[in-house]
């Protein structure tokens, strides 16, 4: 059984950092397209970031140049590190998972999620 449970969240001040992790179980996250994506009370949920099971690595433009996304397979661990954080980076955080030779940016084509954690960030 798959599971994805994510941690890392907090609340910080604008400008701030955290490093989001997603622990994997039931499957082994090298074969896999991980991502994350994140929603905003209110509003759609949002891609962030994926890596593919090569390695190939896409950003939303909202977090290019201050978000990295990166994986440990040893630790079946997927990690999304957020820098200079912003006040409309305030969102709920998931981390997901697909099977697919292909990564996309679309949360229709993702199987598996996690129960998300709450980042705040203040001004």
């Known amino acids: 059984q798959v599971q994805l449970v994510e941690s890392g969240g907090g609340s910080v001040q604008a400008g701030g950092s955290l490093r989001l992790s997603c622990a994997a179980s039931?499957?082994?996250?090298?074969?896999?397209?991980m991502a994350w994506f994140r929603q905003a009370p209110g509003k759609e949920r949002m891609w962030v970031a994926y890596i593919s099971s090569y390695g190939t690595i896409r950003y939303a433009d909202s977090g290019k140049g201050r978000f990295t996304i990166s994986k440990d397979n040893a630790k079946n661990t997927l990690y999304l590190q957020m820098n200079s954080l912003k006040p409309e980076d305030t969102a709920m955080y998931y981390c997901a998972a697909d099977s697919g030779n292909m990564c996309s940016a679309l949360d229709m084509n993702y199987r598996y999620w996690g129960q998300g954690t709450q980042v705040t960030v203040s001004s």
């Open positions: 039931g499957y082994t996250i090298s074969t896999y397209c």
